[in-house]
T-cell receptor, first 113, second 114 residues
Framework: GQQVMQIPQYQHVQEGEDFTTYCNSS?????IQWYKQRPGGHPVFLIQ?????EVKKQKRLTFQFGEAKKNSSLHITATQTTDVGTYFC?????????????FGKGTKLSVIP | DTGVSQDPRHKITKRGQNVTFRCDPI?????LYWYRQTLGQGPEFLTY????????KSRLLSDRFSAERPKGSFSTLEIQRTEQGDSAMYLC????????????FGQGTRLTVV
């Protein structure tokens, strides 16, 4: 079955430093989504990438989808304490009728003020 | 407030008991998903409904688990003869359908089996 690997598992950064998390799928994806989960909270949708090589920005966050549609990354510039949480990528398979999202294990970001 | 509500928020049960959770998705969303999440892991897919039809079910899902969405609105997830390994956060999510696959998650039901 489809597997989604995400690294690193944990990242501790000083406030103001940059942060990147990487996601790799064992199969080609139709799209990839990113979610943020705050401690004690539920996953909250950040963005969806659909096209090969797509790059999207949301303020300090930059999301990329690989050319082969099997890998993705999230980069945060100049982290703030409000960025604390676990960031998950979730891939949707490209098979017909496949609507489930396969989540990575997430990268837990800690920001030291 | 995501608009997806789950009940109860917490459930403590003795091993061997049956439990049932409820999810009310966002009203115009026709797709509904159940996920399970344990500490330090990402949400794990359990099952998916398009309206009232259960279209996908994880191969990892034990036959002690059953889900329904009888009228295409709310859904229930039942776990029979609970085991300690069933302790987890059970998350429900809904999507509008078609090309819009952004999933809105509920707050989850935290199950503890003692």
């Amino acid at each position: 079955g489809q597997q989604v690997m995400q690294i690193p598992q944990y990242q501790h950064v000083q406030e103001g430093e940059d942060f990147t998390t990487y996601c790799n799928s064992s199969t080609t994806l139709s799209n990839i989504q990113w979610y943020k989960q705050r401690p004690g909270g539920h996953p909250v949708f950040l963005i969806q990438l659909v096209k090969s090589g797509e790059v999207k920005k949301q303020k300090r966050l930059t999301f990329q989808f690989g050319e082969a549609k099997k890998n993705s990354s999230l980069h945060i510039t100049a982290t703030q304490t409000t960025d604390v949480g676990t960031y998950f990528c979730a891939g949707q398979g490209s098979g017909a009728g496949s609507y489930q999202l396969t989540f990575g294990k997430g990268t837990k970001l800690s920001v030291i003020p | 407030d995501t608009g997806v509500s789950q009940d109860p928020r917490h459930k403590i049960t003795k091993r061997g008991q049956n439990v049932t959770f409820r999810c009310d998705p966002i009203s115009e969303h026709n797709r509904l998903y159940w996920y399970r999440q344990t500490l330090g892991q990402g949400p794990e897919f359990l099952t998916y409904f398009q309206n009232e039809a259960q279209l996908e079910k994880s191969r990892l899902l034990s036959d002690r688990f059953s889900a329904e969405r009888p009228k295409g609105s709310f859904s229930t997830l039942e776990i029979q003869r609970t085991e300690q390994g069933d302790s987890a956060m059970y998350l429900c999510a809904s999507t509008r359908g078609s090309e819009d696959t952004e999933a809105f998650f509920g707050q989850g039901t935290r199950l503890t089996v003692v």
